[in-house]
């Protein structure tokens, strides 16, 4: 153990009707740093009868979060903001320590899971209905919003902090009550921000937080249980289509933010500069294991060996190690698993006829790391461009005519983020309108922004999150029709 300050020990447990407190029969699980291995903490191991009385808590409390008056959930989320803000460095580390990213890295995760919170609390007075005259004349129409009432949030250990905020943000506004199950991995970044909510004065049972390593039994209890409206879910599109299924017997309402296939396109009208530097961040944020991560560069012929070259010497020249130690680019991949599958796509991909430009192994030794690698002339039936690769590795292929840039970026069941380097204005429109991905960064490898609505289509799921869109998957809206006067 490394004698954890931040969480507080006495955190490392439940957080249930705003009480810390133990798991049933003691049970409890070990978190490790993906660096070497070693154990960071233990963590209590929630069980589903404790997973029910978290829900118990956020039913009790319900009604009167919905009546609290908007300006005060907003005032919470504010003074949250400012909380998490003032406390960067310690949830930095403890995101590096659990996830394995580096310190650097977390700090613009703490920067971008803060700006949730600050974006909804200005969001939370701005909740309104309408009122119209009936087309008809005479009757008038009246709609007003109502939260959804209890929600169930299952996050991923990707980004242990902002998949967390970009649903309590809304949730909270919105006045819903909540139970959140953060990853396993990833537990300690969440108990601390459940810990900082109480102290930005959220009153109890409005978030309940369960770690556990009975994922699937635990969500499946409280989807049976009718009181249960809701449910958010990040993680990947197997695990996203159990939910959803589950979530049609008591008819919850559900968002699903889940795994992308991001095609990185290169015309030969684009600054070549300008797209390596975008995908060094679409490619390298979190070390490749990102939702929005490029996993498909697609390049223009006559710019192809350029972009490689130049991508492969920045890539070539980071440094791989702990991520907390300085000067350290690129943390370990989150586990051993991850690694394997990260190899068996590179080979794959050589065995069809890819060339390995720069890296192409994981570096013997403790922790699950692997170096950046860049591949090129990878062709298009190749399974690396079909999965998630979820690690450092571009795979570069090449295209000739636009349409059939298209058709390769479009050709995925998936459809979340998409990036396209071109100067030409028209194009970019053309490209915005025909790719099939529920957002499209043009000239920029960053697209992820609290005030932007962040979700995808076909099998990346539905529902949004952030901007004015993200506040509506916890409203209800309720048409009240009304006599003329
Ligand atoms: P995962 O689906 O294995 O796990 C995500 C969460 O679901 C974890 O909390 C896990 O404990 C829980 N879980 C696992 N099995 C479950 C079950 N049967 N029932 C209920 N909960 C269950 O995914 P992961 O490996 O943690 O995360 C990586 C995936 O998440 C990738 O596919 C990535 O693209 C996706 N992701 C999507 C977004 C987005 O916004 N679209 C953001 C980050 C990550």
């Not at 560069?297 to 972009?307: C, D, K, S, T």
């Not at 068996?344 to 692997?370: C, N, S």
């Amino acid at each position: 153990m490394t004698g954890l300050e931040f969480p507080a020990p006495e955190q490392c447990r439940l957080f249930v009707g705003g009480e810390w407190r133990d798991a049933d029969g003691g049970a409890r699980f070990e978190v490790h740093d993906p660096a070497d291995g070693s154990v960071l903490t233990e963590v209590a191991d929630g069980s589903v009868a404790d997973a029910v009385e978290a829900l118990d808590a956020a039913v009790a409390a319900q009604s009167d979060w919905a009546r609290t008056p908007p300006r005060e959930r907003g005032e919470i989320l504010r003074r949250a903001f400012e909380l998490i803000t003032a406390r960067a460095d310690d949830f930095a580390r403890v995101m590096s320590l659990e996830m394995g990213k580096t310190v650097a890295e977390a700090r613009g995760e703490v920067a971008y899971g803060a700006e949730f919170f600050r974006w909804y609390a200005e969001e939370a007075v701005r909740i309104h209905g309408r009122w119209m005259q009936n087309p008809a004349g005479g009757s008038r129409l009246l709609t007003l919003k109502r939260p959804v009432g209890p929600c169930l949030f299952i996050t991923p250990w990707n980004f242990p902090l902002a998949m967390g905020t970009r649903k309590i943000g809304p949730a909270v506004a919105a006045g819903c009550t909540m139970v959140v199950k953060p990853a396993h991995e990833t537990p300690l970044t969440m108990l601390a921000l459940a810990a900082l909510l109480t102290e930005a004065g959220l009153p109890p049972g409005v978030l309940n937080v369960v770690p556990t390593t009975h994922a699937a039994a635990v969500s499946e209890a409280l989807m049976a249980d009718d009181r249960l409206r809701k449910v958010s879910f990040t993680g990947s599109t197997a695990v996203g289509k159990v939910l959803v299924k589950q979530a049609a017997d008591q008819l919850q309402r559900v968002s699903m933010e889940l795994g992308g296939n991001a095609p990185f396109l290169v015309f030969e009208d684009a600054d070549v500069d300008a797209a390596v530097d975008g995908a060094m961040v679409a490619k390298m944020r979190n070390m490749g294991e990102a939702c929005t991560a490029a996993n498909r560069f697609l390049v223009h012929r006559a710019v192809a060996e350029e972009f490689a070259e130049q991508l492969a010497a920045r890539m070539g020249a980071l440094r791989v190690g702990r991520g907390q130690d300085d000067g350290v680019d690129v943390g370990p991949l989150i586990t051993d698993k991850a690694v394997r599958t990260v190899e068996r796509l590179v080979g794959a991909a050589v065995e069809d006829g890819a060339r390995v430009v720069v890296g192409g192994t994981a570096p013997e030794g403790a922790g699950h790391f692997y170096e950046p690698t860049v591949l090129l002339d990878v062709p298009a039936g190749s399974d690396i461009n079909a999965e998630e690769i979820f690690g450092p590795v571009a795979p570069i292929t090449v295209f000739d005519t636009e349409d059939e840039a298209v058709a390769r970026a479009n050709d995925t069941e998936y459809g979340l983020a998409s990036y396209v380097f071109t100067r030409d204005l028209a194009r970019t429109i053309r490209l915005a309108e025909a790719l099939q991905f529920g957002m499209v960064g043009v000239n920029s490898g960053l697209i992820s922004n609290a005030a932007a609505p962040f979700g995808g289509v076909k099998a990346s799921g539905f529902g949004r999150e952030g901007g004015f869109e993200g506040i509506e998957e916890y409203l209800d809206t309720t048409y009240v029709a009304l006599p003329g006067g």
